[in-house]
């Protein structure tokens, strides 16, 4: 059995919807499972994120897809605490050749967005896991109204949402939500592939 897992923060439920629609996407290819493993303030002591059970899930996935949304033009505070936690994993090559993929949401159509893909890549590339970018022509390149990778984005998956200063219940985007479903499968058959499944 493949596993995936996504691993991701999620403040006000967007990028929460978008990690359940990779993780279905990835669970819909035979053979393969998929986590969601979320962040939280909770994990978070005195500025230093801590849950070694997360961790050593992390190390037994054949996959990671991070996620996080994009404030002030990279990731969450919480997720840069994960990460910078996550040396440990780095200082003994645990992560290393496994497949790795991200996605990021935020209120604006750019909200420098590609910054976060970024510092995902480069985190990635730094655990050296090979990074798997999307794959899908948006929907206006193609005659679909689906609105598929309706941002353009390919390094990784992007969503985007009005803001809503009165809150209320996250909304993702349908286009969104089905790249980040497609991105799932990809992620999932590359790993089979390259665990030889």
Known sequence: MTTISVVYFSGSGH?????????????QVDGV????LRITGAQITEGRWKDPAMLDA???SDAIVFGSPTYMG????QFKAFADAASSAWFSQQWKDKIAGGFTHSGSPSG???????????????????WVGAAEMPSQ????????NRLG?????????DLNPNGGEAIVHPGDRLTA???????????????GS
């Open 33 to 36: 499972t998929a986590e969601l």
């Open 141 to 148: 390149y193609v005659g679909s109204d689906e609105g598929v």
């Open 58 to 60: 992390l190390t037994r």
């Open 181 to 195: 479903e497609k991105y799932g499968q990809r992620i999932a058959m590359i790993a089979q592939r390259h665990r």
């Open 15 to 27: 990028t929460h919807l978008m990690a359940e629609a990779v993780a279905r996407g990835a669970s």
């Open 153 to 161: 984005s390919f390094l990784g998956v992007m969503g985007q949402s």
């Open 112 to 130: 420098d967005k590609q910054g976060t893909l970024l510092y995902m890549a480069i985190n990635a590339a730094q655990h050296g896991m090979i």
């Open 74 to 77: 990279g990731v969450a505070a």
